[in-house]
């Protein structure tokens, strides 16, 4: 069974209320964060399928060029000659690259803004199938992903915070210890208004310690604005815990 609340003191209360009640113990856990992973720089690789046993084989051969996409989803291009693989097959190696891109090689999270260029490859007149070729294209993807420099993205929020003039520097000071940028100022009602950006794992309770710094008087709205990469050290230690789950 899974409880939602409004805000950690609403969770405080109901988790209170079942060990009081009915002595029911429960695990707490932060939100997930939905984290993205892409790609910096370009690669060129080869996927290939093939397997012979009793009667046909599977063989699919894919040429693609990995570079980084200008939209958020993938960007799949033909740019084939000579026919070295037959049209009838581009959807099967789309589709196996739109697969593959829901678990990157990072951490597992799903792949955006990535451009696939398919130049090449071959095909057998018996053994070649859309499955073998939709295979060959997630052996390129996975291959192209370590070769292009991965990296991992965070969610980065546009939080507005409104606050009396007594609390204004002290959660100035706040924003930019949670690595936020400040955009911008400005008086509103008698009140000071704090634009900025925030990446939203650091906004985890944000509301009680707004609440204790202003006196139950500050107040903030936040919405999703878009991706940015992760410092390297935070990277770093996000891989690290996906990869301990995996292996347990």
Request: hydrophobic share 35%; net charge neutral.
């Amino acid at each position: 069974m899974c409880l939602y609340g409004l805000g950690d003191v609403h969770i405080d209360v109901l988790v209170s209320k079942l060990k009081s009640r009915f002595g029911t113990t429960v695990d707490t856990a932060s939100p997930k964060v939905p984290y993205r992973e892409t790609i910096k720089k370009k690669a060129q690789v080869e996927g290939k399928h093939k397997k012979q046993s009793g009667g046909h084989g599977q063989y699919g051969d894919v040429h693609i060029r990995f570079s980084p996409g200008e939209t958020e989803g993938l960007t799949f291009e033909v740019s084939v000659v000579g026919g070295t693989v037959p049209k009838n097959f581009n959807p099967a190696v789309e589709k196996g690259l739109l697969e593959s891109m829901q678990k990157g090689v990072l951490a597992g999270y799903p792949v955006v803004y990535l451009k696939a260029d398919l130049y090449d490859g071959s095909y057998h007149p018996v053994d070649s199938s859309e499955m073998a070729f939709k295979i060959a294209g997630s052996l390129a993807f996975k291959d192209g992903m370590k070769k292009a420099n991965p990296v991992l993205l965070e969610p980065i929020m546009k939080v507005e915070i409104v606050t009396p003039e007594d609390y204004f520097g002290d959660l100035m000071g706040n924003v930019s210890s949670r690595r936020g940028t400040i955009l911008g100022t400005e008086d509103r009602n008698g009140s000071k208004v704090i634009d900025s950006y925030i990446p939203l794992s650091e906004m985890f309770g944000y509301a009680t310690e707004l609440r204790s710094r202003t006196q139950g008087r500050g107040q903030f709205t936040m919405q999703f604005d878009h991706f940015n990469e992760c410092p390297k050290s935070i990277a770093e230690k996000i891989v690290g815990e996906r990869s301990v789950k995996h292996d347990d």
